[in-house]
């Protein structure tokens, strides 16, 4: 079955950086599309980037475009989000994600907290 994990999590000061990764498991990851939401307390989750099945294409939500990066290997079944120059509205739970034949998969969540 699609498992999806997330790590890499972790409380940060502003200004700061974390990398997450989500390993994959269960589906040919190569050929899929895959993508990070996240959602902030009290609000509904949103796409925050997505990265095609090659990594030749990525998309990214107008709130963290030119501070987060989404990359993938193939080879590792690995997605990873780099965030740069987080802020406090950037707290979240983020979660990786892919739709398999019209299902759509979640992880469990990864909680990014940034706060001095």
């Known amino acids: 079955q699609v498992q999806l994990v997330e790590s890499g999590g972790g409380l940060v000061q502003p200004g700061g950086s974390l990398r997450l990764s989500c390993g994959a498991s269960?589906?040919?990851?190569?050929?899929?599309?895959m993508s990070w939401f996240r959602q902030a307390p009290g609000k509904e989750r949103e796409l925050v980037a997505s990265?095609?099945?090659?990594?030749?294409?990525?998309n990214y939500s107008n709130s963290v475009k030119g501070r987060f990066t989404i990359s993938r290997d193939n080879p590792k079944n690995t997605v990873y989000l780099q965030m740069n120059s987080l802020k406090p509205e950037d707290t979240a739970v983020y979660y990786c994600?892919?739709?398999?034949?019209?299902?759509?998969?979640w992880g469990k969540g990864t909680l990014v907290t940034v706060s001095s």
């Open positions: 990265i095609t099945s090659g990594g030749d294409k990525t």
């Open positions: 269960g589906f040919s990851f190569s050929v899929y599309l």
């Open positions: 994600s892919v739709s398999v034949w019209g299902s759509r998969y």
